[in-house]
C-alpha cells in the first residue's frame, strides 16, 4: 500500500457561504473524493468494495481549519494511513492551498468495515 | 386529497454562498421537505411509501428565482398538485418570505413513480 | 446564558447517500443549525451578530458517529458551552434519535470570534 | 466566443442518496462547476468577474432527468449557449455518461447580471 497519495480539488462556488469563504462542512466532500481516488489507485475502487459487501463507515472525524479557504481556490490533499487495526482504518489529511502551500486544515477520519448486514467485519485486503 | 399545502422552512447558514445570498441550489432540498410534509399529511409518509416499493423519481424540474432568500429567513412552501397522470404527478410550489409575502421563487417538479426494479409503475393512491 | 439547549432536526432526503443512510457530512448542518436557534435564544440572532461584525468561524469539528440516522428521523440535538477563553468558545452536542433515545453522535465544534477583517476579537457578550 | 465546452465531473459518494443514485439537486452543483470552467477559458475567470463588480445571478434553472446517474459515474457536460440578452445569457447543458454516452440529463439555467448593489447591469464582455 503506498504510504501516501495526492489529491487535488477546486473550491466550487456552492461550496461557500455568506462569510465569503469556503464553509466548514465543504471540506467534508474533499476529504471523500481524496480517500475515493486513493482507493482507485489500491487496485479496486470504493465502488466496487461497496458491491462486494465491504462497505467503509465513518465512525469519527476530526478537521482542524487553519487558514480560510475560498472560491476557484485549487487545494492539494495529501492523505495518509496514520491507524489500522483489522476492522478499522484511521486516514490523516493535510490540506494545502496551491500554488503556496499555505496549509488550510488537517484532519482525521477512521473509517470501519461493515458488511451489507451492519455487522464489522474485516478491512479490505487492500486497506489491511 | 387536500388541494394545498404549507409547509415552513428557514434558511440555513450552510445553504448561503459568497454572494451573502441563498444558493440557487439550497432551493432544492426546501422543494423536498415540503413534498416530504404534504404526503405525510395525506396518511402515508414518503419513507413508507419507499419500503413498499413505491419510489418517486423527479422527472424535470424547474425553478424561476424571483428575489433573493438569505441567511436565517422563513420561507413559506405553498405547494399544489397541477397535473397527474396515471405514473406521474407535478407538483407546483410558490415560495414567499415571511413575513412580508415577497415573492421569492416558484418552481414545479415532475415526479414518476418506479418500483425497485427501476419500472414505471402507478402512482401511490395517496397521490392519484 | 443558558446551561444547554435542544434543537430537533428531521433527516432530509438529500441527507442521505447511497448506503441508505444519512450522511456523515450532513450532521454538519445540524450541528449549525442547532448553535444558530440556541444564539437566538440568547438575545442577538447569529445573523445580528454578523452585522454588528462579530463572526463567528469554525476553528474545530469534531464529530463521533455512534449509530446510524437514517431519512425522516427525527433526531433531538442538545448542545452546551463545554469550554469559553476570551476570544472562542467550544460547544458539545449529544444527539439522540427520538422517541427511543438512542444516542447517534456526539460532537463539539470550537467557535473563534473575529471582525469582518478576518482578525480574532472577543467574543461577543451573550457567549462570552 | 468558442461555441460549446466540454466539462467532466465524477459523481461523488455524497452525492447520491438513499435510493442508490445521484440525488437530483446534485446536478446543480455540476451544471454550475462546467460553466465556471467554461468562463475561465473565455479569458476571465468568474472569480474575478465577481472581483470586477460583474455578478451572475441565476434567474431560471431546469433540468430534465432522463436516466439516473449513480457513484463514481463520469459524466461529460456539454455546454453552449442558446440565448443571449444585454443583461442575461442562458447557457444550455447535455449531461451524458461515459464512455457508453447515455444521456442523463438536459437543462438550462439563465443567469442575469448585476452589479455589487444588486442592480441589473450589461453582461461580461466575454458573455456577450
Known amino acids: 500500500m503506498p504510504s501516501t497519495h495526492i489529491h487535488r480539488i477546486r473550491v466550487r462556488y456552492c461550496e461557500t457561504d455568506r462569510m465569503g469563504l469556503a464553509h466548514h462542512g465543504s471540506y467534508v466532500a474533499w476529504l471523500e473524493e481524496a480517500r475515493t481516488e486513493w482507493m482507485r489507485t489500491l487496485g479496486r475502487t470504493y465502488l466496487k468494495m461497496e458491491d462486494d459487501g465491504e462497505l467503509l ?48 486544515a488537517s484532519a482525521t477520519t477512521k473509517l470501519a468495515c461493515v458488511g451489507k448486514d451492519g455487522r464489522i467485519r474485516r478491512l479490505p485486503r487492500e486497506l489491511a
Do not use: N, W
Request: proline residues 4%; glycine residues 4%; aromatic residues 6%.
Open 57 to 104: 463507515v465513518v465512525a469519527d472525524m476530526h478537521i482542524r481549519y487553519l487558514k480560510p479557504a475560498t472560491f476557484d481556490d485549487v487545494l492539494q490533499v495529501e492523505l495518509r494511513a496514520v491507524e489500522r487495526s483489522k476492522v478499522a482504518i484511521t486516514i490523516g489529511y493535510e490540506l494545502t492551498r496551491e500554488p503556496c502551500g499555505t496549509r488550510i
